[in-house]
């Protein structure tokens, strides 16, 4: 049977809006890791058949198409954007699995990028001569606005419905920075980028400070605050994904073999939540329980939606966001799912042969994405 291998995955670090990569276009923040990843497996670049990333707010046009003739691949080699919010990252590896599977190609670099720093301002156009711009903030993500909450808001009505607390918040993500200071990640995973080697966004929190926050959603008990939404962040992330005869040519490190992948969709007014039916699927069809899961990758875009995934799926204690999570290093949307799929292969690297990988993600509008992989 035909099979889709990870054999290379590299990210930039991440950092907040505003930050290192406020002057870095896209197409330079994307660059970058399709470089490494060729760099990696001395693949040549006229090899690679497709470049897919996942992409929210550029507004517009190919940066997936930009970012790999900005890295130096061939002309010919075509690329697709995706955007389906935060999943696009996650979603650009199943698709470019799915062109492995099929036999129509051998070699895609898969990932995405995001800029919020770079990211074009938003206006919609005059339906008259007599009026202005109007500016907003985002699109719709479902059709009727009674369904289709901020996501801020969206995460402090999950954390009131399904009882989470905000002291049980600011402890998940006290530890999920805790996580991101003892176990960094290495120069094999980061590429540097405008002088950043490494996320400039975990801390040590404190539980007092976390505390006297004040709610930027919801009440006293179960708000949601500062410390625990992920922030606006700039990031890219490439993987390369290849069929099983050019895994064998290839030099680096262990491959990672996708086992399976599968996106669903949930309700729109909850979409924090929409992962848990994705993962639970995968781990039925292959017959494999929640507790065998080594090593599990699961957005942190808040506090309360992780908390509820992670339940939800059954990831045991042990296997989770081993070097912390998107509340410790920040969101940068259509990037995020990617740089979950680049985390997940590294920490794989160290695990007994047959040892199960499990990348998980929500996105606006009651979507959720999640992949198994095996050593």
């Given at each position: 049977m035909s099979a889709a291998y990870l054999v290379a995955a590299r990210r930039t670090a991440v950092a907040p809006r505003g930050g290192a990569f406020k002057a870095v276009e896209v197409d330079e923040l994307g660059a970058a890791p399709i470089r490494a990843v060729l760099a990696d497996t001395g693949i040549a670049p006229e090899a690679i058949d497709d470049v897919i990333f996942g992409n929210a707010l550029y507004g517009g046009g190919n940066p997936a198409r930009l970012a790999a003739l900005r890295a130096g691949l061939s002309d010919h080699v075509p690329a697709l954007t995706i955007d389906s919010q935060c999943c696009g990252g996650l979603d650009a590896i199943m698709?470019?699995?799915?062109?492995?599977?099929?036999?129509?190609?051998?070699?895609?670099?898969?990932g995405g990028v995001e800029s919020f720093s770079r990211a074009p301002l938003r206006a919609r156009r005059p339906r008259h001569a007599d009026e202005a711009p109007q500016p907003y903030d985002r699109p719709p993500f479902a059709p009727w606005p009674e369904r289709d909450p901020d996501m801020i808001a969206a995460a402090a009505t999950l954390a009131e419905r399904f009882g989470i607390s905000r002291a049980r918040q600011d402890e998940y993500a006290i530890g999920s920075h805790c996580k991101a200071?003892?176990?960094p990640p290495g120069a094999a995973e980061i590429?540097?980028?405008?002088?950043?080697?490494?996320?400039?966004?975990?801390r040590a929190l404190e539980g007092t400070m976390c505390a006297r926050l004040a709610p930027l959603a919801g009440d006293a008990v179960f708000g949601v605050t500062r410390a625990t939404v992920?922030?606006?962040?700039?990031?890219?992330?490439?993987?390369?994904?290849?069929?099983?005869?050019m895994a064998r040519r290839l030099n680096g490190r262990r491959p990672i073999r996708i086992v399976s992948a599968t996106r669903r969709g949930g309700d729109p007014a909850i979409p924090g939540r929409a992962p848990i039916a994705a993962a639970e699927s995968l781990l039925a069809a292959e017959r494999i329980a929640p507790a065998r899961i080594a090593v599990a990758e699961v957005m942190?875009?808040?506090?309360a939606q992780a908390i509820t995934c992670v339940e939800g799926i059954?990831?045991?204690?042990?296997?989770?966001?081993?070097?912390?999570?998107?509340?410790?290093?920040?969101?940068?949307?259509?990037?995020?799912?990617?740089?979950?799929?680049?985390?997940?292969?590294?920490e794989m690297q160290s695990e007994a042969s047959g040892a199960i990988g499990l990348a998980a993600i929500a996105a606006a509008g009651g979507l959720g994405s999640a992949l198994l992989a095996t050593v």
């Open positions: 698709l470019a699995a799915e062109r492995i599977l099929s036999g129509r190609a051998d070699a895609v670099i898969a200071l003892q176990n590429v540097p980028l405008a002088d950043l080697s490494h996320d400039a966004f975990p992920a922030v606006e962040a700039d990031a890219a992330a490439a993987l390369l994904v290849v069929s099983e005869a942190e875009a808040f506090a059954g990831v045991p204690e042990a296997s989770l966001n081993r070097g912390g999570g998107g509340l410790a290093r920040g969101h940068p949307i259509g990037a995020s799912g990617a740089i979950l799929a680049v985390r997940l292969w590294h």
